[in-house]
């Protein structure tokens, strides 16, 4: 699924140290399916050559090298044509510029001629990042609604100090290039996601739990943040990178994910409930270590509160979507915890199957609501997730 086919998008590379980043960023873009049209600045291009974005991007390169080889209404041209214009990195002179309205090289009078968005990705010395002109320069840039940053992260910098002014990461980039030409379907919607699995203690070592990734969950805040929504991720021990976009809230246990739950209820205007939560959990835990040698323990179990079926019990709810996994066909058990959870829908999926479901890239999933079922073939967790989203807005409107 390639969520900038069609899209237009200019890549504009100042002189800054980071711009060999810029080559990753490219070829994100370019497999997104963005039309690219790189535009080096005279520094940008003694640091990374054209050749090198003429290969990523399969089209010319625009360079400003200050003798009036571009065309003079090269600026008029690509002002109309792009829907985004990203600058990474945005140097403190290319920042400077633009926020004084400057147009003195073919990337800033591009950004004066366009009315397209423009997201900036500074990157420069730390002590340029905080000097007072420069954010001077950046607060009155915020103030623009067409003008928005991403970063910059903190940490070692290539003159050796240490802070603010990293570029941010290509990857990050991308997601908020995503964000800014997604449809905005959920702008205005805050939902509220649970993700992984659940541990319960048995001792200060082990616990019980489920082979659950979160893989869906993290997939769907993605899908979510691309389509302009507001996203909290509640998240069990997982190993994947917090998702761009997204207020994460890291939890253990069944009982710390229903006060997450809880606590973020109020601002919520739709409930996903894909965290695996373990519907067990030790009566009494083991305050030290279990020894081997003493035997197999006895443990008493005893169960977990069922979130999903709390909230929907309460008088003042959001939009309730549960998640079934099964050993088997998930039909009928959708069936049965949509009409006794009193849920809008339910995302079943038969964990059975090979290459689905638990710790896989993939899902085989049927949509109930009160109205319709859908059985959906094998698809990868980003492609199920954008239809899981389709109908949360269809069943919303």
């Given at each position: 699924?390639?969520?900038?086919?069609?899209?237009?998008i200019?890549?504009?590379?100042?002189?800054?140290?980071?711009?060999?980043?810029?080559?990753?960023?490219?070829?994100?873009?370019?497999?997104?399916?963005?039309?690219?049209?790189?535009?080096?600045?005279?520094?940008?291009?003694?640091?990374?050559?054209?050749?090198?974005?003429?290969?990523?991007?399969?089209?010319?390169?625009?360079?400003?090298?200050g003798?009036?080889?571009?065309?003079a209404?090269?600026?008029?041209?690509?002002?109309?044509?792009?829907?985004?214009?990203?600058?990474?990195?945005?140097?403190?002179?290319?920042?400077?510029?633009?926020?004084?309205g400057?147009?003195?090289?073919?990337?800033?009078?591009?950004?004066?001629?366009?009315?397209?968005?423009?997201?900036?990705?500074?990157a420069?010395?730390?002590?340029?990042?905080?000097?007072?002109?420069?954010?001077?320069?950046?607060?009155?840039?915020?103030?623009?609604?067409?003008?928005?940053?991403?970063g910059?992260?903190?940490?070692?910098?290539?003159?050796?100090?240490?802070?603010?002014?990293?570029?941010?990461?290509?990857?990050?980039?991308?997601?908020?290039?995503?964000?800014?030409?997604?449809?905005?379907?959920?702008?205005?919607?805050?939902?509220?996601?649970?993700?992984?699995?659940?541990?319960?203690?048995?001792?200060?070592?082990?616990?019980?739990?489920?082979?659950?990734?979160?893989?869906?969950?993290?997939?769907?805040?993605?899908?979510?943040?691309?389509?302009?929504?507001?996203?909290?991720?509640?998240?069990?021990?997982?190993?994947?990178?917090?998702?761009?976009?997204?207020?994460?809230?890291?939890?253990?246990?069944?009982?710390?994910?229903?006060?997450?739950?809880?606590?973020?209820?109020?601002?919520?205007?739709?409930?996903?409930?894909?965290?695996?939560?373990?519907?067990?959990?030790?009566?009494?835990?083991?305050?030290?270590?279990?020894?081997?040698?003493?035997?197999p323990?006895?443990?008493?179990?005893?169960?977990?509160?069922?979130?999903?079926?709390?909230?929907?019990?309460?008088?003042?709810?959001?939009?309730?979507v549960?998640?079934?996994?099964?050993?088997?066909?998930?039909?009928?058990?959708?069936?049965?915890?949509?009409?006794?959870?009193?849920l809008?829908?339910?995302?079943?999926?038969?964990?059975?199957?090979?290459?689905?479901?638990?710790?896989?890239?993939?899902?085989?999933?049927?949509?109930?609501?009160?109205?319709?079922?859908?059985?959906?073939?094998?698809?990868?967790?980003?492609?199920?997730?954008?239809k899981?989203?389709?109908?949360?807005?269809?069943?919303?409107?």
């Open positions: 699924m390639q969520f900038l086919q069609g899209k237009s200019l890549l504009g590379i100042s002189g800054g140290i980071a711009a060999y980043k810029s080559c990753e960023l490219a070829r994100l873009l370019a497999k997104e399916g963005a039309q690219l049209h790189p535009v080096l600045t005279r520094a940008g291009a003694e640091l990374v050559g054209p050749r090198t974005f003429e290969a990523l991007c399969g089209r010319p390169v625009l360079v400003d090298r003798d009036g080889s571009a065309s209404l090269a600026h008029i041209e690509l002002a109309r044509l792009v829907d985004l214009i990203i600058i990474a990195p945005a140097t403190a002179n290319t920042l400077a510029k633009i926020a004084c400057l147009a003195d090289n073919l990337l800033t009078a591009i950004v004066l001629a366009s009315r397209a968005p423009v997201l900036l990705a500074p420069m010395n730390v002590q340029m990042w905080a000097n007072e002109i420069t954010q001077e320069n950046i607060e009155r840039l915020h103030r623009r609604e067409r003008f928005h940053f991403i910059p992260a903190s940490g070692e910098l290539a003159c050796g100090e240490d802070g603010p002014g990293r570029m941010e990461e290509p990857a990050i980039i991308l997601q908020a290039a995503l964000r800014l030409l997604g449809p905005g379907t959920l702008r205005g919607k805050h939902l509220l996601i649970t993700a992984g699995p659940t541990r319960e203690p048995i001792d200060a070592v082990r616990v019980l739990s489920n082979r659950s990734s979160g893989k869906m969950g993290y997939a769907l805040a993605r899908a979510a943040v691309r389509r302009g929504a507001e996203v909290t991720l509640i998240s069990g021990p997982t190993s994947l990178e917090a998702p761009w976009g997204v207020d994460l809230v890291r939890v253990e246990t069944a009982a710390q994910m229903l006060e997450a739950v809880e606590k973020n209820l109020d601002k919520a205007n739709v409930l996903i409930m894909s965290a695996a939560v373990a519907d067990f959990s030790v009566k009494e835990t083991h305050q030290g270590k279990l020894k081997k040698s003493s035997g323990p006895a443990l008493e179990l005893v169960p977990t509160v069922d979130i999903l079926k709390k909230v929907a019990q309460k008088k003042k709810k959001p939009f309730l549960g998640f079934s996994a099964e050993f088997g066909d998930p039909l009928a058990e959708a069936r049965r915890k949509l009409r006794e959870k009193n809008q829908l339910v995302v079943g999926n038969d964990i059975s199957l090979s290459g689905s479901g638990f710790d896989s890239e993939q899902n085989q999933a049927v949509l109930v609501d009160r109205e319709t079922e859908e059985r959906l073939p094998l698809l990868s967790k980003s492609e199920l997730s954008e899981i989203l389709d109908r949360v807005e269809k069943l919303l409107n």
